[in-house]
Structures are given as C-alpha cells and as structure tokens.
DNA sequence: GCCCGGCCGGGACAAATGTCACGGGCCACG
DNA sequence: CGTGGCCCGTGACATTTGTCCCGGCCGGGC
C-alpha cells in the first residue's frame, strides 16, 4: 500500500484528486490538507509514502513546506502539483529536495504514474519546462529587491512599500528601479509580472 | 440518463471531473472541452442536457459562451463552475441565462446534486455569493472605461492603452481618472483590482 | 425642443514615479 | 588588507500619472 498526502487548497480540486487516487488499488490518501501549515503536522502523524503539494497555498507556500518536510521525514518522497510551471517554481522545488514537479494541465493519468516513479527513486521533470528553467538562469534579485517587488503587487504607492517593510521611501525607489533594470522592464508593474512570470517572487 | 458537457482548461482538473462525473450511473459525459470557442459547435453536435462551464477559459468567456449557448440550444441547462465566486460574475452569469453557479471551493459532492437540481427546474448558488453580488450593486463602469481599464492591467503606461484602443493619450487618462474614481481608489492599478475583485471586467 | 449622459479631445497643474550620482556601513572572499 | 557586493540612505532631475478645468459631438428621453 503506497500511503498518500494530499495538500491542495481548492476543495473541489482536492476532492476529485483524492477520489481519484483512491480508486488505484494500491493507493492509500491517508491525509488530506488544504493550508499549507498544516502539511508538516499531519504529514508526522500520518507517515506518508509520497506528498503531494499544491505551491500556493493559504499559511504556508508548498515549497517551503517541502523543505520543511524533507527535513522532517526524509522517508517521505515530494511531488509538486501546480498550476503555473514558473521555472523559478521548478529551481526552487528541486533546491527543496522535491522529487517531482507536476503542472496542473496535462491528463491525469499521469498522476498514478508519477507517484509510482517517484517511489521508485526517479525524478519526474517535464522536459520543456526543465529547459526553461535552465535556459531562464538563477533568480538574480536580491533579497530586499524580492520583498519590495513583492510588496508593490495590486498597486501599493511608494510610501506604503516604505511602511510595509520599514525602510526609507528613497530606498524602496532604488530598490524598485534596480529591479526593474534587473528583469528589463519598464515600470514596477511590468517588473513585477516578469518576477512571477519567472518564479522570483 | 443525463447527458453533460464539461468546458474546463485545466486538464487535470477536467479530467478529474469527467472521471468523477462518469462515476455516477445516470450521468453520461458527451463532450469535454478546453476552450471557449468550443463550446457551442460540441453542444450542438452532441445536445447535451447540462452544459458545465468555466469562466476563464482561453478562446471565448464561459458567460459569453453560456449567453451564446441558452440561445443555440435552450433545452440545455447551463451551470457555472468557477475558481472565483466574484460578485459580478455571479450577476452576469444570470443575465446570461445560467441556471446555477458554484465555486470550485466546496466538496465534490455539491457537483452532482447541483446538477440533479438544475435539471429538475431549480437554480443553484451560494446564498452568501448572493447576498454579495446584490449588495455591491451592478457595473458601474461605462464600457469605454471597461475597455480602457482592460488595457492597463501588468503596467502598460498610458501611450501602450491610448495605442491599444485607438485613442488619444489624454482620453486614455480621462477615462482612467474616472474609472479611479468610481472604483474608490488611488491608482489606475488598485482600480483594475477592484473592477476584477467585483467581476467588473 | 431641451437636457442629460456617454463619447472624444485639449490644457494646465500637483503629485508620484523612475533614474542617476553620491555617500557610508557591513561582511565575505581572495 | 583591499575589493566587491549588498545594505540603507540622500538629493536632484525628467517623465509619467492623476486631477480638474474646458470644449464639442452625438443619441435618447421627458
């Protein structure tokens, strides 16, 4: 019996995959999670073979959590399951010890399948995006050039940037125009869809 | 047996649905699509009952796409199933002639009873969803203002709109002023939050 | 008919934004 | 020990943005 987690915040996504899953004869979902802090805690009373991680998650991102749970249970393999294949998504999910990293399009046959090779001690990549990730290069934001990018999403003024993460508003300007130099683009809006769009945030 | 369309683009997550769907033994899938602009040329070839659709898909809208439908082939019911349970989506989504709209929140188990109660005459929505979208009021953007607004969304500066919709820049920023101040915001990029929170697009 | 509202444009102005040059402090690495 | 990188801040500057005027052209409704 292979023993299954599940973390997946939409319910409805949730409870079609676990429903699936169970029909596989020899899967077992013993948990199923919808935040992100909850992954670890269930994940050491559970003891499952293979976790599967949504990456936006409510509490706690899934990639985080990852780390966190290879650290915890070594034992338990990381297959990442999301939406957006971000190939700084993919860098980051393999710096976190993921064995996997799944997009959400594609059939779900390759799900079954995935787990099953995963177990076995491979890595499950899809081909295209790991080129992508490779060809996109490392994250080359600094640290604070990421919170304060990460704080002017949905419109923030200067000063509320400032106030968000404590620093001067001539500072976060230098920030914001140092990164929008650094993803080529032109105004921080602009900066900050590049960022995503490559799993820098 | 109940014959049902499902439009959904993310493939995982249609496949999960039809498998589930399939599972129940009155239920007969007919067709599965990806994109909007699907959607009507597969109901007419296979005269489904209920036609599920989401709203994000690539092509066409699913509310377009439903308004479309109801015309084309009034004996099919339509049902709504969407990530966002946005005010004005559930709004449009009626005018469109849909006889239910669901969240892709919730259990799985919602599916198939909302489609038994749509069959049978009965509309389906969320009673908090419904409150919501009657107290933010309808659409208060002109469609111009819409237009202009759609076009601002990952920074474009005011020129890249005014060359979008072949206006002249100080219109541009005339109809973007004016969209800032219906929607009670302070910039062009807190307002297309909000038109997109209320399902104002 | 007249008025109202949406459409389209212009001009002028304050405020916000993006850029650049410049300081100092800190830590790591050769 | 120097050098380079990141951190944090300042000041000045041109550009962009948001706001408030103004004008005119339509079409629908009382």
Redesign the pocket.
Known sequence: MIRLLLAEDQGMMRGALALLLGLEPDFEIVAQVGAGDEIVPRALETRPDVALLDIELPGRSGLDAAAALREALPACQVLILTTFGRPGYLRRAMEAGAAGFLVKDGPVEELAVAVRRVLAGERVIDPGLAAAALSAGPNPL????RDVLSAAVDGA???DIAAKVH?????V??Y??SA??KTQT????EAVRAARQNGWL
Not at 186 to 189: E, G, I, L, V, Y
């Open positions: 600094t640290p604070r050039e003024t200067v000063a620093l001067s508003p001539a500072t300007r230098n914001l125009s929008i130099g032109r105004n921080r809006m």
